[in-house]
């Protein structure tokens, strides 16, 4: 079976630009979940969502939103890019009520220049 | 001071040594314990989870959980160099409805040398 696919697998952007970010989970997977990680850090927790439903949100800003599609698939966006949003972006699936089973995709590396 | 506290290392140890990888925590809430291996330029990849006190073996790798003291361990042993990467400790509150969010740690970043 196939793991977590993210695309793409790198990105360059300037500051000011938008980038949409994809992933898509596990087959039987219905939650997908972000996390950002700057290098040297651990993943900081960005969204969850359910059933194409936001389960939460971490500390970040309003430029960060996210949407999942009906096939379970979601996309990150990400507008009015700086320099600090340069990091690891992971995508995470698991089964219901399973968060001490989530499976992290091989990420999106974007950088801001 | 954050959640989850973990020495970033990074950490060099001869082929075939037992390696301790350690994290603590301020939370008394969190209920699942993970710990991810990271290589280079990869995603984590899951190693194991404990969701309450005591050990749990995998092979080489034996997690421990004290929450009395909020520390979390994992064990490897007869380390490898395939076992040099990142190591993240995770650790989550039990969650039937809202978010289920992994609160990680800095990561340790282990070289076993052949």
């Known amino acids: 079976d196939a793991g977590v696919t993210q695309s793409p697998t790198h990105l360059i952007k300037t500051r000011g630009q938008h980038v949409t970010l994809r992933c898509s989970p596990i087959s039987g997977h219905k939650s997908v979940s972000w996390y950002q990680q700057v290098l040297g850090q651990g993943p900081q927790f960005i969204f969850q969502y359910y059933e194409k439903e936001e389960r939460g949100r971490g500390n970040f800003p309003d430029r960060f939103s996210a949407r999942q599609f009906p096939n379970y698939s979601s996309e990150l966006n990400v507008n009015a890019l700086l320099l600090g949003d340069s990091a690891l972006y992971l995508c995470a699936s698991s089964l219901e009520g399973r968060q001490e089973t989530q499976y992290f995709g091989p990420g999106t590396r974007l950088l801001v220049l | ?114």
Do not use: H
Request: hydrophobic share 30%; with cysteine.
């Open chain 2, 1 to 114: 001071q954050k959640e989850v506290e973990q020495d970033p290392g990074p950490l060099s140890v001869p082929e075939g040594a037992i390696v301790s990888l350690n994290c603590t925590y301020s939370n008394s809430a969190f209920q699942y314990f993970m710990w991810y291996r990271q290589y280079s330029r990869k995603g984590p990849e899951l190693l194991m989870y404990t969701y309450s006190s005591g050990n749990k073996e995998d092979g080489r790798f034996t997690a421990q959980v004290d929450k009395s003291s909020k520390y979390i361990s994992l064990f490897i042993r007869d380390s490898q160099p395939s076992d040099s990467a990142t190591y993240l400790c995770a650790m989550s509150v039990v969650r039937l409805q809202g978010a289920q969010k992994l609160v990680f740690g800095q990561g340790t970043r282990l070289t076993i040398n052949p």
